[in-house]
């Protein structure tokens, strides 16, 4: 079946550091990716999505382009802050039927100090 | 404003006793979700519905039951049939399912059972 696999944390960082979190995929047909974060004690909130193939997602500083040709998501940050530290999810939309059903990753920890 | 709201934020049990998560969405949309968050392991799928009076079981139902009597609501309860019931709770809402899968999350509960 579907699934997300992301790069184990966690991630620590100074401020200002670049930042990369590998996301990869297996899916059949064409799934919507997606990051979401989660800050410590809160739900998720959507970081930034890409539908299809090529197209590149952004939001905050954060990008991830849609890679078909290596099933990839990977999130980057030029330059990161102490309050981009949370735990980052990859997800795809299951395509079975049309349930549209998310698939997670198990999540990064990103630490970032001054 | 617009969001999902989950209640109680923290709640406490003892075991052998059913418990019922709360959650409550007034963004008009149809598809309603539950997940399960333990460290370590990402989200996993409860149940989901897409419509009002219906729902489907998820990748871990056993031990959970729901409700869809309103489009607004929908209940989790945690049963004594559930074997490891502490963890992270969280409910999400999405436009429809089948869509481009985005979805929308409330705050969580933390459900403690001893």
Request: with cysteine; aromatic share 12%.
């Amino acid at each position: 079946g579907d699934s997300v696999t992301q790069m184990e944390g966690p991630v620590t960082l100074s401020e200002e550091a670049f930042l990369t979190i590998n996301c990869t995929y297996t899916a059949t047909g064409y799934p919507s990716l997606f990051w979401y974060v989660q800050y410590p004690g809160e739900g998720l909130q959507l970081l930034l999505k890409a539908t299809k193939a090529d197209d590149k997602g952004s939001n905050k500083g954060f990008e991830a382009t849609y890679r078909k040709e290596t099933t990839s998501f990977h999130l980057e940050k030029g330059s990161v802050q102490v309050s981009d530290s949370a735990v980052y999810f990859c997800a795809l939309s299951d395509q079975k039927g049309s349930q549209g059903n998310l698939i997670f990753g198990k999540g990064t920890k990103l630490s970032v100090k001054p | 404003d617009g969001g999902i709201t989950q209640s109680p934020k923290y709640l406490f049990r003892k075991e052998g006793q059913n418990v019922t998560l709360s959650c409550e969405q007034n963004l008009n949309h149809d598809a309603m979700y539950w997940y399960r968050q333990d460290p370590g392991q990402g989200l996993r799928l409860i149940y989901y519905s897409q419509i009002v009076n219906d729902f489907q079981k998820g990748d871990i139902a056993e031990g959970y039951s729901v409700s869809r009597e309103k489009k607004e609501s929908f209940p989790l309860t945690v049963t004594s049939a559930q074997k490891n019931p502490t963890a992270f709770y969280l409910c999400a809402s999405s436009i429809s399912s089948g869509a481009t899968g985005e979805q929308y999350f409330g705050p969580g509960t933390r459900l403690t059972v001893t």
